[in-house]
Nanobody, 127 residues
């Protein structure tokens, strides 16, 4: 059974940085595309970033491009989201997600392509 556990959220001032981690277990981590999504109160869950199984391909939402960096360490079964120059509009619960199929990267920005989700970690940016 696949488990994803996020950590690293918290309260930070605007302009600050945070690094989120997502530890995966239950299958061969290095075979699957991973993604980060976020959901603010009253809004739909939206795509933030994705990374393919090897780490060689990354995708970002326009709203975070240049400020956030997704990476992975397959030896540690962990995917990261380094967030810099944080803004109040980045305040949300951040969720880690994993694809069902191995070696699949089609439509990386679409929530429906991810089948496994973590419980989320809250990021609050104060202005």
């Amino acid at each position: 059974q696949v488990q994803l556990v996020e950590s690293g959220g918290g309260l930070v001032q605007a302009g600050g940085s945070l690094r989120l981690s997502c530890a995966a277990s239950g299958r061969t981590f290095s075979s699957y595309t991973m993604g980060w999504f976020r959901q603010a109160p009253g809004k739909e869950r939206e795509f933030v970033a994705a990374i393919n199984w090897s780490g060689g391909l990354t995708y970002y939402a326009d709203s975070v491009k240049g400020r956030f960096t997704i990476s992975r360490d397959n030896a540690k079964n962990t995917v990261y989201l380094q967030m810099s120059s944080l803004k109040s509009e980045d305040t949300a619960a951040y969720y880690c997600a994993s694809r069902r199929e191995q070696y699949s990267i089609s439509s990386p920005r679409e929530r429906r392509m991810y089948d496994y989700w973590g419980q989320g970690t809250q990021v609050t940016v104060s202005s």
